[in-house]
């Protein structure tokens, strides 16, 4: 009995292990770069993007969506794909510079996306600006969605996935518009 | 054309409205090589050009009410209760031609076939090999009447008609005119 409850687990861990989807890397799109376009906003580069602290670090390196895990991108961070999603929409905008003396920074404060009831998504970061080495910018933003229910896992799971993944160009959009941003940011 | 401006190409293909990072892959490439010999635009880039043209091309494939059921049932049956399935996409051109410029947009749509089991084939459809060279197929079609259509907008920036593409796709709606059939594989 024992055995067969090991080979059982043994199979169950395999097939939980075998449904881990990797996010989509996002291209850029338009209503960022026009939003990027119509500021004045200077060239700028990155700095880090990590997990807030406080948080169950596991939030950085995977999601459930019901029976399946949705992985970063990049296999390392959430945190990081907010990093790699934003340096797309600069580079599309001519806006990326890494020796830029203003750079941005990042802290991932929310992500979770749930299918049941009521689907919906949330993505939030703390982001950070600093010109010459001082702060001149530190706000949390957090951006939602939410979609109809669908009962069939082969529907309900890719359109979660897909739309907790839109959040964050929604998140990089969120903060281009932001008028403190902007002000912060301003030549 | 007479003096073709150098245009950024974003490009996006999404399912049921979200994107589909595998098929935007998939097709990149062909969407910026039809586009490039278009003669609309005298450079495409994916970077920021001079004079700040950007497009960006959009198709979304729409997913069918009873689609899912179609294919339950045709399995269930071995394929005796054949099936017509059919896939839509809708597809959308945006243009600016710079940083403050107002956007030009074209829009069109076309329809893909797949023939599940035993099924007559549609009438008025062009068959083809598999699914990937009816997409490729679809996508071609769309940009030709995305871009021609631009072309011919008094507000895009010259005015005159791109140059034909080396196979041009027909110009009336290619889904009530000549839908792919795509059979099963």
């Known amino acids: 009995m024992k055995r067969l409850l090991t080979q059982v ?10 449904c881990a989807t990797p996010a989509a890397q996002l291209p850029p799109t338009l209503d960022t770069l026009q939003a990027f376009r119509t500021a004045t906003f200077p060239s700028m580069s990155l700095g880090t993007f990590e997990l807030a602290p406080g948080l169950p670090p596991g939030m950085d390196r995977g999601l459930m ?29 001519g806006r990326f510079d890494p020796a830029s003396s203003v750079v941005i920074s990042g802290q991932l404060t ?38 109809e229910f669908q009962f069939i896992g082969a529907i309900a799971i890719p359109e979660a996935q897909a739309r907790y993944t839109a959040l964050y160009s929604k998140l990089v959009r969120s903060l281009v518009n932001d008028a403190d941003f902007r002000l912060a940011v301003s030549p | 054309m007479p003096n073709p401006q150098p245009v950024q190409l974003l490009f996006q293909f999404k399912t049921a409205g979200n994107l589909n990072a595998q098929a935007t892959k998939f097709l990149k490439e062909q969407v910026s090589a039809q586009i490039r010999t278009s003669g609309a635009f005298s450079e495409v880039s994916e970077a920021p050009v ?8 959009s198709i979304d494939n729409l997913i069918a009410q009873g689609a899912v059921g179609q ?65 490729k197929m679809i996508v071609r079609q769309i940009l030709d009447r995305l871009v021609t259509d631009l072309t011919r907008d008094p507000r895009f ?4 008609p791109a140059a034909p593409s080396s196979d041009p796709a027909p110009l009336t709606p290619a889904e009530t005119t000549e839908p792919a059939l795509a059979p099963a594989e």
Request: hydrophobic share 45%; no cysteine; charged share 20%.
């Open chain 1, 9 to 18: 687990a043994l199979v169950v861990t395999l097939a939980v292990a075998g």
């Open chain 1, 65 to 93: 969506v019901r029976a399946e895990s949705l992985r970063p991108p990049n296999g390392l961070s959430f945190a990081q794909f907010l990093k790699d999603t934003m340096e797309v929409e600069m580079t599309a905008a």
């Open chain 1, 110 to 147: 929310v992500s979770e996306v749930t299918t049941m009831s009521t689907p919906n998504g949330a993505l939030g970061a703390r982001f950070r600006v600093h010109r010459n080495g001082v702060e001149v910018f530190n706000k949390e933003l957090v951006v939602r969605d939410s979609w």
């Open chain 2, 50 to 57: 001079n004079g700040g043209a950007v497009m960006q091309v």
């Open chain 2, 71 to 135: 294919g339950i049932s045709a399995g269930l049956t071995f394929g005796l209760a054949g099936q017509l399935v059919a896939d839509n996409y809708e597809a959308k051109l945006e243009y600016v031609s710079g940083p403050t410029a107002t956007a030009v947009t074209t829009t069109t749509r076309h329809r893909l076939l797949t023939v599940i089991g035993l099924h007559a084939d549609p009438e008025n459809a062009v068959r083809v090999r598999n699914a990937n060279e009816g997409i």
């Open chain 2, 157 to 160: 920036g010259a005015s005159a």
